[in-house]
Nanobody, 120 residues
Framework: QVHVVESGGGLVQPGGSLRLSCAAS????????KGWYRQAPGQERVLVAV???????VFAESVKGRFTISRDGAENTVVQQMNSLNAEDTAGYYC??????????????WGQGTQVTVSS
């Protein structure tokens, strides 16, 4: 069993910054993909930024240059620093881990989501 816990969402002014943190715990052998997705009302859930196998990062075009993603010193954590936020960033943000257990079985886990609202 793997538990994913998110934190850091909230209300922020346009141009402001927010830091989202996520940690996974439980039966994990390795993490292949970890990062953040977001879903606005009436929209599909889309990739924001992920780390693949610990060294490759993928960013949505809309957040390049504004968001960063890192492990924050722990392999089972992922942190997303969001800068220069605008209204289009308003969404529920979901942390995702694609992991392998000790039998090399691939499994996917999601956090429950944390709301980010950018508004004046």
């Amino acid at each position: 069993q793997v538990h994913v816990v998110e934190s850091g969402g909230g209300l922020v002014q346009p141009g402001g910054s927010l830091r989202l943190s996520c940690a996974a715990s439980g039966s994990i052998s390795s993490i292949h993909v970890k990062g953040w997705y977001r879903q606005a009302p009436g929209q599909e859930r889309v990739l924001v930024a992920v780390i693949i196998r610990g060294d490759r990062t993928v960013f949505a075009e809309s957040v390049k240059g504004r968001f960063t993603i890192s492990r924050d010193g722990a392999e089972n954590t992922v942190v997303q620093q969001m800068n220069s936020l605008n209204a289009e960033d308003t969404a529920g943000y979901y942390c995702r881990y694609n992991v392998r257990d000790w039998r090399s079985t691939a499994k996917e886990y999601w956090g429950q989501g944390t709301q980010v609202t950018v508004s004046s």
